[in-house]
């Protein structure tokens, strides 16, 4: 029988490139209300790679990633961003940090130029500094002539994007995703992905992408599968695969939730 241990060799150990990495979490432990959200959880982003955390609603990305932004204080274990504790060193880890959340956080009655302009002040951006990135990012998701239309005149994909480009406008090198692409049709969701692989590849900005959809994980992606709280598998999603002689992530997922059951 396939083994289903959740850390082994293919784990995604901390350490495994040169400086530390993007994000590394070890022994995280959450409850709510007494009940255990997240199990002793434990993964790292490598710096400049894309880590799809993958589960099913109610897995506990969400909670994960509120811990990570400091949201939530963690009650066990240790979050670190580029070598930064996020509960002793928040601003050096959150400086580093672009966070694009679940639930839509953008203000529909202000134009796309204005929300930037905003969040580059809470970010200590000067005028100057902050108009040129606002220009770079809205030019790098060809959506510059958006720029002046209130996002409640924008697509669900457009607005997303900005969203996007607004995680980024600090040049942060770790971007936090969190289900990013849920409500928006097809392209929009494939444009999305495609666009932040090629941040990825690019700029060399790692990411954490939250995701319940199986879909949007590529075989030489890095995969975290969360379960109810708890890590059941990391690795190459090629590996996870064939790991359990499984005929496609499709199926190796319904094997790897199934046996945890
Ligand atoms: P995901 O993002 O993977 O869908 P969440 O982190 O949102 O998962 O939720 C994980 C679990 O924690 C769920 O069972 C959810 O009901 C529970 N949970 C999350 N936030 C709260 C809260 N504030 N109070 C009570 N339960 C919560
Ligand atoms: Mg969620």
């Given at each position: 029988?396939?083994?289903?241990?959740?850390?082994?060799?293919?784990?995604?150990?901390?350490?495994?490139?040169?400086?530390?990495?993007?994000?590394a979490v070890s022994g995280l432990t959450h409850r709510i209300?007494?009940?255990?959200?997240?199990?002793?959880?434990?993964?790292?982003?490598?710096?400049?790679?894309?880590?799809?955390?993958?589960?099913?609603?109610?897995?506990?990305?969400?909670?994960?990633?509120?811990?990570?932004?400091?949201?939530?204080t963690a009650q066990q274990g240790e979050i670190r961003v580029f070598g930064h504790d996020v509960r002793k060193e928040s601003s050096a880890a959150l400086s580093q940090m672009g966070v694009v959340f679940q639930q839509r956080a953008i203000d529909p009655d202000l134009t796309a130029r204005q929300n930037l302009a905003y969040h580059a002040a809470l970010h200590g951006l000067s005028p100057r500094r902050a108009r040129d990135r606002i220009a770079a990012e809205l030019?790098?998701?060809?959506?510059?002539?958006?720029?002046?239309?209130?996002?409640?005149?924008?697509?669900?994909?457009?607005?997303?994007?900005?969203?996007?480009?607004?995680?980024?406008?600090?040049?942060?090198r770790l971007l936090l995703c969190d289900e990013a692409t849920v409500g928006l049709d097809l392209r929009s969701r494939a444009d999305i992905l495609a666009d932040i692989r090629g941040l990825?590849?690019?700029?060399?900005?790692?990411?954490?992408?939250?995701?319940?959809?199986?879909?949007?994980v590529e075989a030489e992606d890095l995969v975290v599968v969360l379960h109810r709280g708890r890590v059941l598998r990391q690795g190459r999603a090629r590996d996870i695969v064939a790991a359990l002689g499984a005929d496609g992530l499709n199926d190796a997922f319904r094997r790897i939730t199934e046996a945890a059951a």
């Open positions: 029988m396939a083994d289903l241990a959740p850390r082994g060799t293919d784990a995604l150990q901390a350490g495994s490139g040169e400086g530390p990495d993007a994000l209300g007494g009940r255990v959200i997240l199990d002793q959880v434990e993964f790292v982003v490598p710096a400049g790679r894309l880590v799809t955390l993958l589960g099913p609603n109610g897995a506990g990305k969400t909670t994960l990633l509120s811990l990570v932004t400091r949201l939530y030019g790098r998701m060809g959506l510059t002539k958006d720029a002046d239309r209130k996002i409640r005149t924008l697509s669900g994909g457009e607005s997303r994007r900005i969203e996007i480009a607004r995680a980024l406008l600090h040049d942060p990825v590849r690019e700029r060399g900005v790692a990411v954490l992408w939250a995701t319940h959809l199986i879909d949007e």
